[in-house]
């Protein structure tokens, strides 16, 4: 997981035009998901099967929190480049870890649609 993470963040933060700039955007999403990765890691902190960890409400919010600001950044960002891969999958995946699969699926299908070009 923390591999496929460390991918995911590395290819949006070589995105850099001229015409847009989403980076506050990425400054969020990657403080969210150094979150989840705390998340993650209390949950599996024991292979102990009573394990039962207490997940501190502020560290889900907060969470929450940093995908929901990241959003504008990206909106604004395919507002402008609305075929740009990069943004798309900034979009799904924001989406996705916000629990709103609707929107992350339509993000998935634009995607989708321009690697079949």
Known sequence: ??????????????????TFDYKKGMEYFTKA??????IYELLNASNDPGYDPVLPDSLIQNTSSMFQNA???????????????????ALKSTYSH?????????????LEALNKK
Do not use: C
Not at 71 to 89: C, E, S, W
């Open 98 to 110: 916000l629990y709103r699969f609707d929107e992350a699926d339509n993000y998935n299908k634009k």
């Open 71 to 89: 959003m504008p950044y990206f909106l604004k960002a395919y507002a402008i480049k609305p075929k740009d891969k990069k943004i798309l999958t």
């Open 1 to 18: 997981m923390i591999t496929a993470l460390g991918f995911v963040l590395s290819s949006f933060a070589q995105d850099s035009t001229n």
């Open 33 to 38: 998901m150094q979150n989840e990765i705390m």
